[in-house]
């Protein structure tokens, strides 16, 4: 029995071994990155990379820029991700199996490959434009690329399996017994979704709104390449700073104003959610 037990626990502990190598590596990398933020050029001690950062707006309109990026983008990524959810949850095992594939082949196609796709939809040549040019709605094409609306798309359409499959998760295990219970009693469709329905996937819904914003603020592929350098977002300008004008200092100064300002917004919306779902119960 204690054998049974002994080997049990070395199962576990060399099972948790990977999980535990992954969270010593990023706490030891977030350790380093927080002493670097502390030091100025020399090496010496000091809070100048923080004040040279929030005191100067040139440095913290990317931080404004990305935060208000994400914080309209994720809204919209929900309003577009809920009604799939939903239909994924309600529909017949065949209709599911084929949405979830269409899911699962964009979540594991390389950001890359997704974001060059939108270049070719959204150019000057690209299909929208094309099109409408064809149809003479317009004279000349609009300035999707290189330009906010560009990279507001991509952070709305490629995040988009982060919003559903929380929400899918949730809806799927409510009991089927509950709506029609509700519907029996003389509710609409849509108070019984209101107030049956909806609070109940709030869990889901907390969880992908999340997953959205910390892919939205952090986002650096979809801004280098949809905004072409013309509207770059705080992950790009960390990375210019590391890469380019090799002020490392710099950069994890602003890497750590990144963490807490994220870190406050997941807060928020933690705190948000719960309120809004006590209240709805």
Known sequence: MRVAIARDKSVLL???????????????????????????AQGHWSFHQYQRFLSDWFYLDYLWRSFRVAAYCTPITLLLGYPFAYVMARASPVV???????????????????????????GNNGVINRTLLHLGILERPLPLLYHEAGVAIGLVLVPLPFMIFPIYSVLKNIAPNLEPAAASLGAS????????????????????????????????????????GYFNMI?????EQTQSVLDQHFASAASIVL???????????????????GSMK
Do not use: C, E
Request: aromatic content about 12%; glycine content about 6%.
């Open 14 to 40: 060399l099972l948790l071994l990977p999980a535990a190598l992954v969270i010593v590596v990023f706490f030891g990398s977030l350790v380093v990155t927080a002493i670097s933020s502390f030091q100025d």
């Open 96 to 122: 599911r199996l084929s949405l979830t594939l269409i899911l699962v082949v964009q979540f594991f196609t390389s950001y890359i490959v997704r974001t060059y796709a939108l270049i070719l939809i959204l």
């Open 189 to 228: 469709r849509q108070k019984v979704f209101w107030h049956v329905t909806f609070p109940l996937s709030l869990p889901g819904v907390v969880a992908g709104l999340v997953l959205v914003f910390l892919f939205d603020m952090t986002a650096y592929i979809m801004p280098a390449m949809l905004g072409g």
């Open 235 to 239: 992950a790009n300008f960390i990375q």
């Open 259 to 277: 963490l807490g300002v994220t870190l406050l917004a997941l807060y928020v919306i933690n705190t948000v959610g719960a309120r809004v779902s």
